[in-house]
């Protein structure tokens, strides 16, 4: 009998040093190599043969009752978000993503990052209250309610701290999981009100530059935005992935700025005062003023500029056999959407075109993935993107020469921040795999 | 504030002149309210001192008050340091992940005001007077060497308090402002 052909051929056609293959491989569209037709079955690696089947004990008894609110799996349990501040003494909690343990584009919001540096505040959604006031034709108060009768746009967004990526600040690589280096990000399809359609209302002066924006938190969380952002693409977020706002997430309102510092994302938002200055507040002042090597530091480093990261294989993972693996891993630019992301195997000395999930969204997590077939040398693996704009992900070199490391190894989570070069995983001939530097 | 006459003419111009279907349309759903009932929200202070309030207070009662308001349970005795930040340091910003404190990086004054009254004490924020304020801003900037012993902090002398860092900024991104 004769069985249908694969309908790609020429699959194993190594495009890259290390056994990176062509990205079109095994996904549908199939490649036609001249003369290649054969090489697939020659290369597949040899697997054992299965044991014989049995039923399972949950396939023979009914299941557990259907609760209101579903949660994942008990077999996920490990699947949690890693906390900075677990007891909740009185400073900063961060809560980070565990990207090496999900797929897609779309953060779970039980498992999106936050950062509260005051507690989570417990905001009555009826009694909360947005104010637009200052350099004004008319203030005006605006309630939830309100705001449901407003048209709304959906939009797919990453939020991202000024001070994720930080640890790779450390002139010697961290050996920590991408949740740890990387997990002060996620991604979400945010709904809400433009701002600009509440601009409008109130009748900005035109001598206003600035927008303070501020939380109901404790702390009344506030920071400076040019009003220009408030006109292009901010947005009232009132919904995250088809549900009201995570209270860690800024329940019930919060500023999106679409691509821009997360610390500027204001929760829990309450307040924006428009002015001819900014207020030069203590985040801004101090937190997020990224300090230079030449004692200079930066300030209104508003933009979460291009950045890639493998999320599989990473540290934390091992390869067990040799073989077939597809590398999966997270780009996002806040100037706009990714345009190509380059994978390496060779540490840097070829590199291949990794796939890209569609659609592609602007200033939002893409997904790349490059199939690889490892021989079981050791590798190092990269990635690097580039956006719309043209902006490419330094090289470390690069950036550190921009930027500077730290003189020594340092636990400080936060040595400096925004941080956008390369991540590099370097894996040896039994399959572990640490962060190394290229 | 700052709204003048004729940027309100303007606009009702422009109403008239075709705006106006745009802004008909808007569901104008907002509730107008006077900036003086805003005021009790209204704390932000821009670094000209604009919006800060009356009184003052002294470095000898911004001691007693960093030690009897529990400053010291987070920032230690004489704001040395303990669980939370150091309130200044001698540490020079020749290493990129340097302690930035108001003496040795912070390019303003008035922003010490301003994030005290807004968030300290970190369990009660906005439970101080505006003198308390005024007296925790002075023993604050006293600690960084960055005022006199005898200097009494105000709306007036607040934000003319030379910040020894302040040229040392440069703006990332200037075109998106």
Redesign the interface.
């Given at each position: 009998m004769e069985y249908r052909k694969p309908r790609t051929a020429g699959s194993d056609l190594e495009v890259a040093g290390n056994g990176l293959l062509d990205r079109r491989t095994l996904l549908g569209r199939g490649i036609m190599i001249a003369g290649a037709a054969a090489s697939g079955a020659a290369a597949t690696t040899t697997v054992a043969a299965a044991e014989p089947l049995q039923d399972p004990p949950w396939s023979r008894a009914p299941g557990a009752v259907t609760p209101v609110l579903q949660t994942p799996s008990r077999f996920e349990k490990d699947v949690v978000r890693t906390l900075s501040n677990p007891s909740g003494?009185?400073?900063t909690q961060h809560a980070r993503t565990p990207h090496q343990l999900l797929n897609g584009t779309i953060t779970p919001n039980s498992l999106h990052f936050t950062i509260l540096h005051?507690g989570i505040p417990d905001i009555d959604p009826a009694q909360h209250r947005l104010?637009?006031?200052?350099?004004?034709?008319?203030?005006?108060?605006?309630t939830l309610e309100?705001?449901m009768?407003?048209?709304m746009v959906t939009r797919n967004h990453f939020v991202e701290c000024g001070g994720n990526s930080g640890p790779l600040?450390n002139n010697e690589p961290v050996q920590a999981t991408v949740q740890q280096l990387h997990g002060l990000c996620s991604c979400s399809e945010w709904t809400g009100v433009l701002l600009s359609?509440?601009l409008?209302?109130?009748?900005v002066?035109?001598?206003?530059?600035w927008m303070?924006t501020?939380g109901a938190d404790?702390?009344?969380?506030?920071r400076s935005t040019?009003v220009?952002?408030g006109f292009d693409d901010a947005i009232i977020a009132l919904y995250q992935n088809g549900e009201r706002l995570m209270p860690g997430n800024g329940y019930p309102m919060r500023l999106l700025l679409p691509g821009w510092e997360g610390n500027m994302n204001t929760k829990f938002l309450?307040?924006i005062?428009l002015?001819?200055?900014?207020?030069?507040?203590?985040y801004e002042?101090?937190?997020y003023?990224?300090?230079?090597?030449n004692?200079?530091?930066?300030?209104?480093?508003?933009?979460n500029e291009v950045k890639s990261f493998i999320t599989r294989p990473s540290f934390g993972q091992r390869l067990t056999d040799k073989g077939y693996y597809e590398i999966s891993g997270i780009a996002f630019s806040g100037n706009g959407r990714i345009a190509k992301v380059l994978v390496s195997a060779d540490g840097g000395k070829s590199w291949a075109q990794a796939a890209l999930q569609e659609p592609v969204h602007p200033r939002a997590f893409t997904r790349f993935t490059m199939p690889w077939r490892w021989d079981g040398q050791p590798v190092v693996l990269s990635s690097r993107a580039w956006d719309e704009g043209g902006n490419a992900q330094p090289l470390r070199a690069d950036f550190v020469a921009a930027?500077?490391?730290?003189?020594a190894p340092?636990n400080?989570p936060f040595?400096?921040n925004h941080y956008n070069s390369l991540t590099s995983w370097g894996i040896d001939s039994k399959g572990e795999i640490k962060h190394v530097y290229v | 504030m700052c709204t003048s006459k004729l940027s309100s003419a303007a606009g009702l111009l422009a109403l008239l002149l075709g705006s106006g279907m745009a802004l008909a349309e808007s569901p104008n759903l907002g509730q107008p309210i006077s900036e003086a009932d805003v005021k009790a929200w209204d704390i932000t202070i821009l670094p000209d001192g604009s919006n800060l309030p009356p009184g003052s207070g002294t470095i000898a009662q911004g001691a007693k008050l960093f030690v009897d308001k529990g400053c010291v349970a987070c920032h230690g005795e004489n704001g040395k340091g303990g669980p939370n930040a150091a309130m200044a340091t001698d540490e020079r910003l020749d290493h990129i992940d340097a302690n930035k404190t108001i003496g040795n990086f912070w390019g303003y004054s008035t922003p010490v005001f301003d994030f005290i009254r807004r968030a300290m004490p970190y369990p009660q924020p906005r439970t101080l007077s505006n003198e308390d304020v005024y007296a925790l801003t002075a023993y604050v900037l006293y600690l960084n060497k960055l005022i006199g012993e005898n200097e009494v902090m105000s709306a007036e002398t607040l934000p003319k308090v030379k910040m020894p860092n302040r040229d040392n900024f440069i703006i990332k991104f200037p075109d998106k402002i």
């Amino acid at each position: 009998m004769e069985y249908r052909k694969p309908r790609t051929a020429g699959s194993d056609l190594e495009v890259a040093g290390n056994g990176l293959l062509d990205r079109r491989t095994l996904l549908g569209r199939g490649i036609m190599i001249a003369g290649a037709a054969a090489s697939g079955a020659a290369a597949t690696t040899t697997v054992a043969a299965a044991e014989p089947l049995q039923d399972p004990p949950w396939s023979r008894a009914p299941g557990a009752v259907t609760p209101v609110l579903q949660t994942p799996s008990r077999f996920e349990k490990d699947v949690v978000r890693t906390l900075s501040n677990p007891s909740g003494t009185p400073r900063t909690q961060h809560a980070r993503t565990p990207h090496q343990l999900l797929n897609g584009t779309i953060t779970p919001n039980s498992l999106h990052f936050t950062i509260l540096h005051t507690g989570i505040p417990d905001i009555d959604p009826a009694q909360h209250r947005l104010v637009i006031h200052g350099m004004v034709r008319q203030p005006k108060e605006f309630t939830l309610e309100t705001l449901m009768r407003y048209p709304m746009v959906t939009r797919n967004h990453f939020v991202e701290c000024g001070g994720n990526s930080g640890p790779l600040f450390n002139n010697e690589p961290v050996q920590a999981t991408v949740q740890q280096l990387h997990g002060l990000c996620s991604c979400s399809e945010w709904t809400g009100v433009l701002l600009s359609t509440l601009l409008d209302e109130v009748g900005v002066d035109p001598k206003a530059v600035w927008m303070q924006t501020e939380g109901a938190d404790s702390s009344a969380l506030d920071r400076s935005t040019p009003v220009k952002k408030g006109f292009d693409d901010a947005i009232i977020a009132l919904y995250q992935n088809g549900e009201r706002l995570m209270p860690g997430n800024g329940y019930p309102m919060r500023l999106l700025l679409p691509g821009w510092e997360g610390n500027m994302n204001t929760k829990f938002l309450r307040r924006i005062k428009l002015t001819d200055q900014p207020a030069m507040s203590y985040y801004e002042t101090r937190n997020y003023s990224p300090l230079l090597p030449n004692e200079k530091a930066y300030r209104f480093y508003f933009i979460n500029e291009v950045k890639s990261f493998i999320t599989r294989p990473s540290f934390g993972q091992r390869l067990t056999d040799k073989g077939y693996y597809e590398i999966s891993g997270i780009a996002f630019s806040g100037n706009g959407r990714i345009a190509k992301v380059l994978v390496s195997a060779d540490g840097g000395k070829s590199w291949a075109q990794a796939a890209l999930q569609e659609p592609v969204h602007p200033r939002a997590f893409t997904r790349f993935t490059m199939p690889w077939r490892w021989d079981g040398q050791p590798v190092v693996l990269s990635s690097r993107a580039w956006d719309e704009g043209g902006n490419a992900q330094p090289l470390r070199a690069d950036f550190v020469a921009a930027r500077g490391q730290t003189k020594a190894p340092t636990n400080n989570p936060f040595p400096n921040n925004h941080y956008n070069s390369l991540t590099s995983w370097g894996i040896d001939s039994k399959g572990e795999i640490k962060h190394v530097y290229v | 504030m700052c709204t003048s006459k004729l940027s309100s003419a303007a606009g009702l111009l422009a109403l008239l002149l075709g705006s106006g279907m745009a802004l008909a349309e808007s569901p104008n759903l907002g509730q107008p309210i006077s900036e003086a009932d805003v005021k009790a929200w209204d704390i932000t202070i821009l670094p000209d001192g604009s919006n800060l309030p009356p009184g003052s207070g002294t470095i000898a009662q911004g001691a007693k008050l960093f030690v009897d308001k529990g400053c010291v349970a987070c920032h230690g005795e004489n704001g040395k340091g303990g669980p939370n930040a150091a309130m200044a340091t001698d540490e020079r910003l020749d290493h990129i992940d340097a302690n930035k404190t108001i003496g040795n990086f912070w390019g303003y004054s008035t922003p010490v005001f301003d994030f005290i009254r807004r968030a300290m004490p970190y369990p009660q924020p906005r439970t101080l007077s505006n003198e308390d304020v005024y007296a925790l801003t002075a023993y604050v900037l006293y600690l960084n060497k960055l005022i006199g012993e005898n200097e009494v902090m105000s709306a007036e002398t607040l934000p003319k308090v030379k910040m020894p860092n302040r040229d040392n900024f440069i703006i990332k991104f200037p075109d998106k402002i």
